[in-house]
């Protein structure tokens, strides 16, 4: 029974399971809601929206959450205008949302190209690397989302 709790002894092992635990309440309250509203494609949207803020921000050398959360914030505001102003559907907006930002990001990635950037880094990433600054990043935006869902679901 040891080897079960051998590896709470390494620091990223114990980092990478708050974070997954974290991750994993957060997806569930987050997931139940959008398949509620009937957008549960907008997550995958904007999880592949992203990489074009990521590679900007690499390349430009600031912190890439900020790359990050800009190109989330823009792909789910283009994903509510393009119904508003044209004939196309929601799930059609998020469809074409998606494959423009990743394509957008696989061409930035390749233009920018660096040694230090790696596109498989950046789509699988990699949970053993957690940092304890991340785990606290990650419980902040965790606590702020599910208060906010409290507040405010109805």
């Given amino acids: 029974m040891n080897w079960l709790i051998e590896p709470l002894g390494f620091e990223f092992m114990r980092n990478a399971i708050a974070t997954a635990v974290l991750l994993g309440i957060l997806g569930a309250v987050v997931g139940s809601y959008l398949i509620v509203q009937q957008m549960s494609l907008i997550s995958s949207v904007i999880a592949h929206a992203v990489l074009p803020g990521l590679s900007i921000a690499f390349f430009l050398g600031i912190n890439i959450s900020i790359g990050a959360l800009i190109a989330g914030v ?20 998020m469809a074409l949302t998606f494959s423009s ?34 785990v606290w990043q990650t419980l902040v935006i965790t606590a702020v989302i599910l208060l906010l869902t409290k507040l405010f679901y109805k």
């Fill in 74 to 93: 823009l792909s789910a505001l283009v994903v509510a205008v393009i119904p508003q102003r044209t004939r196309v559907k929601v799930d059609a907006a």
């Fill in 101 to 134: 930002f990743l394509g957008l990001g696989v061409i930035l990635i390749t233009v920018l190209k660096t040694n230090q950037l790696d596109l498989e880094d950046i789509l699988f990433g990699d949970i053993l690397g957690v940092r304890p600054a991340d």
